[in-house]
Nanobody, 115 residues
Framework: QVQLVESGGGLVQEGGSSRLSCTTSGNIFRGNTVAWYRQPPGNQREFVAAIYVNGITKYADSVKGRFTISRNRAGNVASLEMNSLKVEDTAVYYC?????????WGQGTQVTVSS
């Protein structure tokens, strides 16, 4: 069974940067869309960013210009580079692989931005 493991979360000061990674033992990210979602405290999970098989990326308006999604060539690591972080970016961040057999989610990593 494919598993995704997020890492890199933690406490960051407002205006700072952080990099999240999503790692898998296989190469599930190579031929599938990869996305990042987040769930702020007391709110529903929301879309953050995605990178498609052809390399095209898409971002939520709230993070456009500040966040960058990527994946490595081996297809086993996906990353989310986050810059100019705001307090409202505080959330649990999840990665997701969208495959023909269904979606695979990671367990999430907490990012807390302090003012």
């Amino acid at each position: 069974q494919v598993q995704l493991v997020e890492s890199g979360g933690g406490l960051v000061q407002e205006g700072g940067s952080s990099r999240l990674s999503c790692t898998t033992s296989g190469n599930i990210f190579r031929g599938n869309t990869v996305a990042w979602y987040r769930q702020p405290p007391g709110n529903q999970r929301e879309f953050v960013a995605a990178i498609y098989v052809n390399g095209i990326t898409k971002y939520a308006d709230s993070v456009k210009g500040r966040f960058t999604i990527s994946r490595n060539r081996a297809g086993n690591v996906a990353s989310l580079e986050m810059n100019s972080l705001k307090v409202e970016d505080t959330a649990v961040y999840y990665c997701k692989a969208i495959t023909p057999y269904g979606d695979v989610w990671g367990q999430g990593t907490q990012v807390t931005v302090s003012s």
